[in-house]
């Protein structure tokens, strides 16, 4: 029903930037509801943690405290393309980001078990 593609990813240097791609399809599907599109990262050892969403149509975000000010999500309804603008990355930022999409409106940052369908993740590395 909805495939999600990341796309962006990379090595960069500490303070440097990078924007994600989110390519969702399943168009007929997915104009029949709102959704929630989320980005997660997870690092090696560690648990799966959320970034940040946004709410379309509607456009409202949230933010994990972590990435507050340096991250932007921002998306481009007619295409299904959701964007993670990264800046002033930081080493601690280096891990696998997902792209997550959830049927509704979030008010939060959901946990990744409420979210129905995932891509299949982009990697980002910083360097110090």
């Known amino acids: 029903q909805v495939q999600l593609v990341e796309s962006g990813g990379g090595s960069v240097q500490a303070g440097g930037s990078l924007r994600l791609s989110c390519t969702a399809s399943?168009?007929?599907?997915?104009?029949?509801?709102?959704?929630?599109m989320g980005w997660f990262r997870q690092a090696p050892g560690k648990e799966r943690e959320g970034v940040g969403v946004i709410n379309t149509p509607g456009g409202r975000t949230y933010y994990a405290a972590s990435v507050e000010a340096r991250f932007t999500i921002s998306q481009d309804n007619p295409k299904n393309i959701v964007y993670l603008q990264m800046n002033s990355l930081k080493p601690e930022d280096t891990a696998m980001y997902y792209c997550a999409a959830t049927r509704g409106t979030c008010t939060a940052i959901p946990r990744p078990e409420y979210w129905g369908h995932w891509g299949q993740g982009t990697q980002v590395t910083v360097s110090s």
């Open positions: 399943g168009d007929t599907y997915m104009s029949s509801w709102d959704w929630c």
